[in-house]
């Protein structure tokens, strides 16, 4: 039998974070006004990058409203959104962008390759839209540029101060993406929609808490954030590539297994909790049940900015 001892610490949030998320939309499913998106940039940074971009506008105008902004919601849409980087091809994930891109201005959209396949051949197109891309169907018309990531190679962001890796995900018939986002020697992982590797038959997540592994064991990583969907009673042939509180805990402990330090008060901010709201608060409620690891939950909430 092995032992491992583990030292004693902590993931208590610095006095001194390393990056502000507003989120612009939280929620998995049906509510058109609060779908992923979250605005992330270096403490004292302007120049953010926007992780999904399901809800826009209506996400600005709440994060102004709470006094996360002070300039105009179309302002801080053109000038503060540098990039959108955008974890999968269903429209709760990228709705928002296509919607607001008649009033953007010229951005950079990063993707996996099948990722930007899909905005292509079925959103900026002609048929069903405009393509306000530089790729695709003509005319173009040249105001978003498609960056194809390569899993796993770490890349600077344009017009940031911020490095990206992206690393592939199973959400059951197609490909998502985690994005770790680096910032001075600070990390922050956000994870689009998946599914446990044994539900999905993949390695994907294990080879994702791989390569995480290190930063946990050096505090490096300042969060995760990632999705729980449905709660514990859902069957397994309903779960669509999504977790659930008893699929993420197994997937902590995995990854306490492999960096070998305790996760005891690592920020885990849980995204993708779907409507109905009886639901949400199952979730909430089985996940504090089976916090062993003594995790730091944060639930987001629409237009309030966080620090990590």
């Not at 010229?106 to 051949?121: F, Q, R």
Request: glycine fraction near 6%; charge should be positive.
């Amino acid at each position: 039998m092995i032992f491992l001892l583990w030292p004693v610490i902590s993931f208590a949030q610095s006095s001194k974070p390393a990056f502000r998320l507003v989120p612009l939309g939280v929620l998995g499913g049906v509510d058109e006004s609060n779908l992923s998106a979250y605005m992330l940039a270096p403490t004292h940074d302007d120049n953010y990058i926007c992780l999904d971009a399901g809800t826009i506008n209506y996400g600005i105008q709440k994060a102004i409203n709470n006094k996360a902004f002070t300039m105009p919601v179309n302002e801080v849409q053109k000038k503060l959104i540098k990039a959108y980087f955008i974890s999968h091809g269903h429209l709760d994930h990228l709705a928002g962008m296509i919607i607001n891109s008649p009033e953007d201005t010229a951005k950079y959209v990063y993707g996996l390759n099948t990722t930007i396949g899909t905005l292509k051949t079925h959103y900026f197109t002609w048929q069903s839209w405009a393509n306000f891309a530089d790729e695709g169907e003509v005319p173009k018309l040249n105001k978003y540029h498609y960056q194809i990531l390569k899993p796993g190679e770490k890349i600077d962001i344009a017009n940031t101060s911020m490095q990206v890796q992206a690393f592939p995900l199973s959400h059951s018939n197609l490909t998502s993406t985690a994005f770790l986002v680096q910032s001075k020697g600070s990390y922050l992982l956000y994870l689009g929609d998946t599914g446990a590797d044994r539900m999905e038959r993949s390695e994907n997540m294990h080879q994702l808490w791989q390569a995480v592994a290190p930063l946990v064991r050096s505090k490096a990583l300042k969060a995760i954030m990632i999705e729980v969907s449905f709660p514990d009673e859902q069957p397994d042939k309903s779960l669509f590539g999504h977790l659930t509180p008893r699929l993420l805990m197994q997937e902590m402990a995995e990854l306490q297994t492999l960096a070998g330090v305790p996760l005891k008060g690592l920020n885990v901010v849980i995204t993708h909790l779907k409507p109905p709201y009886n639901k949400i608060a199952r979730i909430k409620e089985q996940l504090h049940e089976r916090n062993k690891l003594q995790l730091r939950i944060m639930y987001p909430q629409q237009g309030r900015a966080l620090n990590f």
